[in-house]
């Protein structure tokens, strides 16, 4: 049966709006995108190419089952999950893209108009509660949502939809006057949610927009000390004096806390870890009963940790390489994406909730895929 350019399209683009709603929807609208892929492919012309990107696949993968295996973990861990629905994408879009022309903008329009829409309907949400009272907006998005999407995870996809803004201006898609209303569309919504993270990553990308345009020549290493410097943050908050200031900032005890367990957790057992799925058991082991990240059940607030109790340092790294193997274009879009990730990992663990899941698979997919469309010269 003959590739249809327009359903899959289509069923791409609704997949990508639905992906900020509640997790029901974004699940269904990816099984539905399954289905039309499956239904409009021809399964005698299916071409499976085992290359690099696979290849790097299978050694996370592999690395995931011995860490099982012999340290006891789970084979339902989220890890798993991560790098199926990677494997997933992989396949629908690698599949589309030697048949057909995909649209990349018109499914990052449709993630964009999905953002602002429940950004939107929340809003009006908070005018119908409190009234027109902007002092009181701030920080007043979790009592006053109906779709339910965690305020740092919306942060996050705010932010990727400002880089999607940011790119559509560049390439004269949009013009500057539309660019300013939806910028500052974005940023009341970030100041909405109150996510300290949120507003950083806003400025920041605000910033490597700037350069990349006007000092193009101080944009990589700036955006490089960026990438790595949660990596930095991590022993830096070993000192007690960047966690007085750390904790001043955030508000809230309870991330240094997980952060001093942690690290005692991850010194015991760096190399390998202690399993991967076992992250939150071996957290409790160790937390205080009468804390209150153990009676909450918290995880550990900080991807860098979840893989580093889980698998260890050799985990860790296999997993950067992965995302990084992905991004190593350098490109605007690809660092600013990855800036993203790699500072968010650092105040929540992410890939342990459905929103989280859903945007790294299939964004960083997405992008790796736009850019081998573009080095083919085909339609973007």
């Known amino acids: 049966m003959a590739m249809k350019p327009l359903p899959i399209n289509l069923t791409l683009s609704l997949f990508a709006f639905l992906m900020t709603f509640d997790p029901d929807w974004s699940s269904k609208a990816l099984i539905f995108l399954v289905l039309v892929t499956f239904a ?94 902007p002092e009181q907006l701030f920080n007043a998005w979790e009592e006053n949502t109906v779709i339910d999407i965690q305020k740092i995870y919306y942060g996050m996809y705010l932010n990727m939809a400002q880089l999607i803004l940011i790119k559509f201006l560049t390439e004269r898609k949009i013009q500057l006057k539309l660019f300013i209303a939806f910028n500052i569309a974005v940023f009341t919504l970030i100041y909405f949610t109150g996510a300290l993270s949120g507003l950083l990553l806003f400025i920041l990308i605000n910033i490597f927009h700037l350069v990349y345009h006007y000092y193009e020549r101080f944009y990589k290493p700036i955006i490089t000390m ?13 000192h007690n004096g960047f966690q007085d200031v750390f904790q001043q900032i955030d508000g809230d005890g309870s991330r240094i806390r ?67 193997h992905f991004l190593y274009y350098g490109n605007f879009m690809s660092l600013a994406f990855g800036t993203i990730l790699l500072n968010t990992f650092f105040v929540e663990s992410i890939l342990q909730r459905h929103h989280g899941q859903i945007f790294f698979s299939f964004f960083l997919v997405l992008i790796f895929f736009s850019h081998k469309i573009a080095n083919s010269k085909q339609h973007i």
């Open 40 to 133: 409009n492919s021809d399964i005698n012309k299916f071409n499976f190419k085992w290359n690099g990107d696979l290849k790097i696949m299978a050694i996370l993968i592999f690395y995931s089952i011995v860490n099982c295996t012999f340290l006891e973990g789970t084979f339902s861990s989220d890890t798993f999950v991560v790098v199926g629905l990677c494997l997933v994408f992989y396949f629908i879009i690698d599949h589309i893209n030697n048949r057909i022309k995909i649209n990349i903008n018109l499914i990052l329009k449709s993630f964009l108009m999905g953002v602002l829409t429940v950004g939107a309907i929340n809003l009006l949400v908070f005018f119908y509660n409190i009234g027109i009272r």
């Open 258 to 324: 997980n952060y001093n367990v942690n690290k005692e957790i991850v010194l015991k057992r760096p190399l390998f870890g202690y399993g991967i799925g076992n992250e939150f058991t071996s957290m409790q082991k160790h937390r205080l009963p009468a804390s209150w990240e153990y009676k909450n059940k918290y995880n550990a607030h900080n991807q860098y940790f979840q893989f580093l109790i889980g698998g260890g340092i050799t985990f860790l790294v296999l997993f950067l390489l992965f995302i990084f």
């Open 226 to 238: 960026f990438l790595i410097l949660p990596l930095v943050f991590l022993f830096v908050l070993m």
